[in-house]
């Protein structure tokens, strides 16, 4: 069983991305490179 430490989607999850949200027309969305940047940060392998 993995612990919370160990489980890189729970890491993913935890974090704050709430100033990164950018709006366009009537849809919020997180830019392709900043997710992908925190996905690479948060996965060194």
Known sequence: ???????????LFEIDV???V???GQFNYLSWPYAVAQLR???AQ
């Open 1 to 11: 069983m993995e612990t919370q430490s160990s489980n890189p989607f729970r890491r």
């Open 18 to 20: 709430a100033r990164y």
């Open 22 to 24: 950018e709006k366009k």
């Open 41 to 43: 940060l948060t996965d």
